[in-house]
């Protein structure tokens, strides 16, 4: 009977393209650091990103690592794009660029480092010939430039021309817009709905033709190795954030979205924190709708007011440190991500206040560090998680983690690491699996549930009625209250 559960379950993986949670809307290619221009030792550089990809030439992170492409058209085959140049404010770095969203709107976005003593337009006409030399290269229409420029407490959006070579600054021309954000440090002035519906109907006007493109940055993809999210558009409530991380190397980063309790700032209170972790081929805004609902939890008193970090795990890193090293994803999290939260947030550091949960892909994860790290969380909760075995995945999926090592993917996994350490865990942690019927993973995952049964590990196991894999359709079709779960759980006590 079990083998021909197997084969079944095998069958349908056949028409999935990814067991873990599938990432929803349009993809990008970025690429990072291209010289633009040389003065003999120093160059200038520039980073960018053009519609309709999803790999990334140059890389932000993992070394070592074959390029995954699953770009639909070849450049040559797809029509030109405009191009916006994003002009960032002397001594703001280049990345990551907070227009960057825009480039789901059909336009090829560019970051350019300027020099600090840069006078006039000097090098936007640079950087302009580097374009017009390169645009077959990646597929640029450098006869339709619009430039962004941050300035003194307002933006300026405008079309260039020829003659503006000659003006003293972008602010010259006579074509523009003004956006107005006194004291816009986190660009979420630029970045409102209203802002930056504004610059795009704008430049859709003058650089389209009036056609327009929908778009929402929360659902584009990123590319492969994103240990910082190219997209810094937040979830509502949340803010964007770099951290050092250490175990990749020095003078790397990675990115996070925070969601802070309304009375945060007028309290000395510390508060528990929970980690939600994206599925495969996901990012931190993955968890914008569980971002929605747990806040409006929090203002029923469903569950505690809760400091929520969204992890901005690779895409497909599966929360494992990679066999070659090269992706170092678990170490970044464990290691960097959580001292530095407890270090910068007022946290109640210790395991019974520190909980963990993720979807598909994010759910293998958060049981894969709640029961490798039982010492760190005190709390586990699993959506939807991919417990599966290394036969049923599909090879691309694991193989940047895993190689071809059923060995090292079996060391790893939930049911190999909730025997390993069972005697802590059992007395020690909170845990539950959440999983709606209608998903292909339901039956792995009951099985899953069996083994913490056998185990005689405690902990709660919830269907959702008529529920696909989707976490969204999970909450919803509970017959319980999902977010009291983390009020049970939680000792909030110092």
């Known amino acids: 009977m079990k083998k021909i559960l197997i084969f079944t379950i095998l069958a349908i993986f056949v028409s999935i393209p990814i067991i873990s949670q599938p990432g929803s809307g349009r993809g990008f290619t970025f690429y990072h650091d291209l010289v633009y221009v040389e003065h003999g030792s120093c160059s200038l550089q520039l980073d960018l990103y053009t519609p309709d990809g999803a790999a990334m030439t140059g890389g932000i992170g993992v070394t070592g690592k074959e390029t995954i492409s699953t770009s639909i058209l070849a450049v040559d085959e797809k029509p030109p794009v405009p191009v916006l140049l994003w002009i960032p404010a002397e001594g703001t770095d280049k990345f990551p660029t907070p227009v960057a969203g825009f480039v789901g709107n059909g336009y090829a976005v560019v970051s350019i480092e300027v020099e600090s003593n840069s006078t006039g337009l000097v090098n936007i006409v640079q950087v302009i010939k580097y374009l017009e030399e390169n645009a077959g290269k990646f597929g640029l229409d450098t006869e339709k430039i619009g430039i962004i420029q941050a300035l ?69 993809r990123c590319p492969f190795d994103s240990w910082v999210d190219p997209i810094t558009n937040t979830i509502p409530a949340t ?13 790397t980063k990675g990115s996070y979205l925070i969601y802070l309790p309304e009375d945060y700032s007028s309290s000395n209170d510390r508060y528990p924190v ?19 609902q747990m806040n409006a939890a929090m203002e029923r008193s469903d569950m505690p007011q809760t400091i929520v970090v969204f992890v901005q795990g690779l895409p497909i890193g599966w929360y494992n440190n990679s066999k070659d090293g090269t992706m170092p994803v678990e170490d970044v999290i464990i290691k960097d991500l959580i001292p530095h939260i407890d270090a910068t947030y007022r946290t109640i550091s210790k395991r019974e206040a520190r909980g963990i949960e993720g979807m598909s892909m994010g759910g293998y994860g958060s049981l894969h560090l709640g029961f490798k790290y039982p010492e760190l969380f005190g709390v586990v909760s699993s959506i939807a998680p991919s417990i599966t075995t290394f036969e049923m ?18 060391a790893n996994s939930p049911s190999t690491l909730v025997q390993k350490n069972a005697d802590y865990i059992r007395t020690n942690s909170a845990i539950r699996l959440l999983v709606g019927d209608k998903d292909f993973l339901y039956e792995l995952i009951r099985e899953f549930h069996h083994q913490l049964q056998d185990l005689k590990i405690t902990h709660q196991f919830s269907i959702a009625k008529d529920a696909d894999h989707d976490y969204k359709e999970v909450i919803k079709k509970l017959d319980s209250n999902s977010f009291t779960f983390w009020k049970s759980s939680f000792i909030l006590t110092e």
């Open 152 to 220: 003194d407490n307002e933006y300026i959006a405008t079309i260039w021309q020829i003659d503006m070579q000659n003006y003293k600054s972008v602010s010259e021309a006579e074509c523009k817009l003004k956006i107005s954000a006194p004291d816009d440090h986190d660009f979420s002035q630029l970045q409102s709905s209203e802002n930056s519906s504004d610059i795009i109907l704008f430049y859709n006007k003058y650089l389209r033709n009036g056609t327009h493109t929908e778009s929402d940055p929360l659902t584009l």
């Open 274 to 292: 929970i980690y939600w972790l994206h599925g495969g081929n996901g990012n931190s805004r993955e968890g914008s709708w569980m971002c929605e």
């Open 239 to 251: 803010s964007y954030h770099l951290f050092p991380t250490t175990s990749r190397g020095e003078n």
């Open 393 to 410: 995945e599909r090879k691309e999926v694991i193989t940047p983690a895993f190689e071809d090592d059923t060995a090292y993917f079996n």
